[in-house]
């Protein structure tokens, strides 16, 4: 059984940083590509930065030059680094991964979510 678990979130001030790590469980081939998604009340679900397997980024218009994800295939592990981070950035983040299982399957995972709250 594949599981995704995210940790690090928390409360931050305005201004600071934080870095939220997206564990995978597990038995399976390989990990493709990854995004890390984020949903603020009353919102829909956005996403705010992906990675391929041989680590090609994007990321949405309003984090570029703040966050940064990356990944370390040996750990089974992407993480999420968020500095300057803005009260509007509050939200649950998930990550999202897409997994090569043992049947040479390829299915879609996500996490339980970890919160992310900004005070201004």
Same mark, same amino acid.
């Given at each position: 059984? *594949?599981? !995704?678990?995210?940790?690090?979130?928390?409360?931050?001030? @305005?201004?600071?940083?934080? $870095?939220?790590?997206?564990?995978?469980?597990?038995?399976?081939? /390989?990990? +493709?590509?990854?995004?890390?998604? $984020?949903? @603020?009340?009353?919102?829909? $679900?956005?996403? &705010? @930065?992906?990675?391929?397997?041989?680590? /090609?980024?994007?990321?949405?218009? /309003? *984090?570029?030059? %703040?966050?940064?994800?990356? $990944?370390?295939?040996?750990?089974?592990?992407?993480?999420?680094?968020?500095?300057? &981070?803005?009260?509007?950035?509050?939200? &649950?983040?998930?990550?999202?991964?897409?997994?090569?299982? !043992? +049947? %040479?399957?390829?299915?879609?995972?996500?996490?339980?979510?970890?919160? &992310?709250? *900004?005070? /201004?």
């Amino acid at each position: 059984q *594949v599981q !995704l678990m995210e940790s690090g979130g928390g409360l931050v001030q @305005a201004g600071g940083s934080l $870095r939220l790590s997206c564990a995978a469980s597990g038995s399976f081939f /390989s990990i +493709n590509a990854v995004g890390w998604y $984020r949903q @603020a009340p009353g919102k829909q $679900r956005e996403l &705010v @930065a992906g990675i391929t397997s041989g680590g /090609s980024t994007n990321y949405a218009d /309003s *984090v570029k030059g %703040r966050f940064t994800i990356s $990944r370390d295939n040996a750990k089974n592990t992407v993480y999420l680094q968020m500095n300057s &981070v803005k009260p509007e950035d509050t939200a &649950v983040y998930y990550c999202n991964a897409n997994i090569l299982n !043992l +049947n %040479r399957y390829t299915y879609s995972y996500w996490g339980q979510g970890t919160q &992310v709250t *900004v005070s /201004s």
